[in-house]
């Protein structure tokens, strides 16, 4: 059993900054992605950054500048410090990645989501 846990949401004001954090715990034999998602109200869930084993980071455009996404391998956690907070960024943010999982003669690759945390920017 894998699981993902979110931590560090809430209110800012625009401008501001917070700090999410997610950390992953089980039976894990290695982690290829780590990533944070977004999906504001009536809207698609959206990639916002993700940092991969061989060290790739990614971020969608719109935070490239403000945001930084940090992985510990050792701990099995990744950050993702947001700054110039702004509005429209208002959104339940998620945890993902992807994991392997199972006995060695056969790990598989497999999905997980945290619950998501609430980021609210004030205006």
């Known amino acids: 059993q894998v699981s993902l846990v979110e931590s560090g949401g809430g209110l800012v004001q625009a401008g501001g900054s917070l700090r999410l954090s997610c950390a992953a715990s089980g039976r894990i034999r290695g982690i290829d992605v780590m990533a944070w998602y977004r999906q504001a109200p009536g809207k698609q869930r959206e990639l916002v950054a993700s940092?991969?084993?061989?060290?790739?980071?990614t971020y969608t455009d719109s935070v490239k500048g403000r945001f930084t996404i940090t992985k510990n391998y050792g701990k099995n956690t990744v950050d993702l410090q947001m700054n110039n907070l702004k509005p429209e960024e208002t959104a339940v943010y998620y945890c993902?990645?992807?994991?392997?999982?199972?006995?060695?003669?056969?790990?598989?690759?497999?999905?997980?989501w945290g619950q998501g945390t609430q980021v609210t920017v004030s205006s």
């Open positions: 940092f991969t084993t061989d060290g790739r980071i």
């Open positions: 993902n990645a992807e994991i392997l999982v199972g006995p060695v003669e056969r790990v598989s690759r497999r999905d997980y």
